[in-house]
């Protein structure tokens, strides 16, 4: 029989406030964040996008990050 889920009224975040929390000091994509950050996307040829209204966006720095953690953890 599955156990039960009972409210636990001491817990204040069903997750870490903070995603650094999560991630260790040596992984990575902390590597690849720090890489991406020192890069000038602009210069390099990226182009800022518009999103649909009410749609909001995400940036061309973040899609590289996640596109170039991907790559190098072979997924």
């Known amino acids: 029989m599955a156990r ?3 409210a ?3 817990q204040t975040f069903m997750l ?3 995603l ?3 991630v260790p000091a040596g992984h ?4 690849v964040r720090d890489f991406v950050d020192q890069l000038d996307l602009k210069a ?3 182009k800022e996008r518009k999103g649909p209204a009410g749609a909001p966006r995400y940036s061309n720095g973040l ?3 996640v596109w170039l953690y991907a790559l190098l ?3």
């Open 8 to 10: 636990n009224y001491e």
């Open 28 to 31: 990575p994509a902390r590597f």
């Open 20 to 22: 650094e929390d999560w």
């Open 73 to 75: 953890s072979g997924l």
């Open 16 to 18: 870490p406030p903070c």
């Open 63 to 65: 899609l590289v990050k």
């Open 4 to 6: 039960e889920i009972e």
């Open 44 to 46: 390099l040829g990226f």
